[in-house]
């Protein structure tokens, strides 16, 4: 019978603007040994992936000090229900997110690590710190990160909870991407295709 081992919990936000709401997303970083007896050894088979546990939209317009203590919230429950876990919040630092990170670092510490990411549109991969906090944010290009989302749900590095909401929308979602060439610039972008949303 399988074995599930929680290895560490990835949570990510993404911050809402004036058009669109803040996200929360939980990732869970999985490891299942195979073994047909009752006990397990390191002979019998392991596999770790990425499972995409949970994702909360918070209403439009949420304050972000209030969207901090919700955020804390959702960690809180999680480690009461796994104590020893890791647990990481990646947060948006694009635009208007490195005052955001001051709240969320101060709502956090210290339940959980914090890191930035900014989006560019770029083509290379940077690292800084922030100017007060003990927070690393990297920025990188959103071709890249769409990439290796793609990559990940094809070899199944990346799965579905199967009990998630939204579950099958949001697999129709990834399914609808598609590489694109800019034939003045030559660079290869990811656009979503007509009729989905």
């Known amino acids: 019978m399988p074995r599930h081992l929680l290895h560490h919990a990835v949570y990510g936000l993404d911050l809402g603007q004036t058009g669109d ?3 929360l997303t939980l990732l869970t970083a999985l490891e ?14 392991r596999h770790r992936h990425w499972l995409l546990s949970d994702a909360r939209i918070f209403p439009l317009g949420m304050a972000y000090r209030h969207l901090a203590q919700q955020v804390h919230a959702h960690i809180q429950s999680f480690l009461a229900a796994h104590p020893h876990t890791p647990v990481t919040l990646v947060a948006d630092s694009t635009g208007l997110g490195r005052p955001t990170l001051e709240i969320l670092h101060a709502e956090l510490a210290p339940t959980a690590r ?6 560019t549109g770029g083509q290379t991969h940077s690292q800084s710190q922030h100017p007060t906090l003990p927070v690393t944010i990297e920025s990188i290009p959103k071709l890249d990160l769409m990439q290796n989302l793609i990559h990940a749900m094809e070899t199944r590095q990346l799965q579905l909870n199967p009990q998630l909401p939204h579950r099958d929308e949001l697999r129709e979602q990834f399914r609808s991407l598609r590489y694109t060439n800019n034939s003045q610039t030559g660079h290869t972008g990811i656009t979503v295709a007509p009729g989905s949303t």
């Open 21 to 23: 709401p803040s996200a």
């Open 32 to 45: 299942t040994i195979e073994s047909p007896h009752t006990w397990y050894d390191p002979t019998h088979p």
């Open 114 to 119: 914090l890191s930035g990411i900014a989006f």
